[in-house]
């Protein structure tokens, strides 16, 4: 789950743009998403990398534990 680092809550976060990678037409190998928060305007981007089962977040979001989910 994603998080504003400012304010501790992911209640404010929005998607504001998201994008899925795709390898030979089927596998989704990347998942990009920015954050912005509503409340404090902190933005923020979150990378996924199913090939290297690999979380990254960069700005002003913070990654906890649980995985967002995807629709
Ligand atoms: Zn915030």
Do not use: H
């Amino acid at each position: 789950m994603i998080t504003c680092a400012n304010c501790d809550t992911p209640q404010f976060l929005q998607i504001t743009q998201s994008r899925v990678y795709f390898e030979d037409g089927e596998m989704i190998n990347e998942i990009t998403e920015t954050y912005e928060c509503t409340l404090c305007g902190s933005t923020g981007q979150y990378v996924y990398d199913e090939d290297r089962d690999e979380e990254t977040v960069t700005g002003d979001v913070t990654l906890t534990k649980e995985r967002p989910k995807f629709a």
